[in-house]
């Protein structure tokens, strides 16, 4: 098992900028395929951005182009660069590690997008 720490979270005017940090331990980090999700309130929670261990990535269509995941397998760091930020982005963040059968979370980080 892997544990996740997520930081980063906060709030922010629409059009700007927030980067999300999800620090794993506990397992050997490289091996695991990295997501975020995120949950609003009333909503299921939802698949925002996954990256691979070979760095393949793929984007829920309402945050392509917006949102940029990366890790750093050197510093066990998975990141979610948010720009142009909306409203709708409104939601709790989870970290996800995820290898065959194993899934971990994350405890979650607030973002809230408003004027």
């Known amino acids: 098992q892997v544990q996740l720490v997520e930081s980063g979270g906060g709030l922010v005017q629409p059009g700007g900028s927030l980067r999300l940090s999800c620090a794993a331990s506990g397992s050997i980090f490289s091996i695991y395929i990295m997501g975020w999700y995120r949950q609003a309130p009333g909503k299921q929670r939802e698949l925002v951005a996954r990256i691979t261990n070979g760095r393949n990535t793929n984007y829920a269509d309402s945050v392509k182009g917006r949102f940029t995941i990366s890790r750093d397998n050197a510093k066990n760091t998975v990141y979610l660069q948010m720009n142009s930020l909306k409203p709708e982005d409104t939601a709790v963040y989870y970290c996800?590690?995820?290898?065959?059968?194993?899934?971990?979370w994350g405890q979650g980080t607030q973002v809230t997008v408003s004027s």
């Open positions: 996800n590690a995820a290898l065959g059968f194993s899934n971990s």
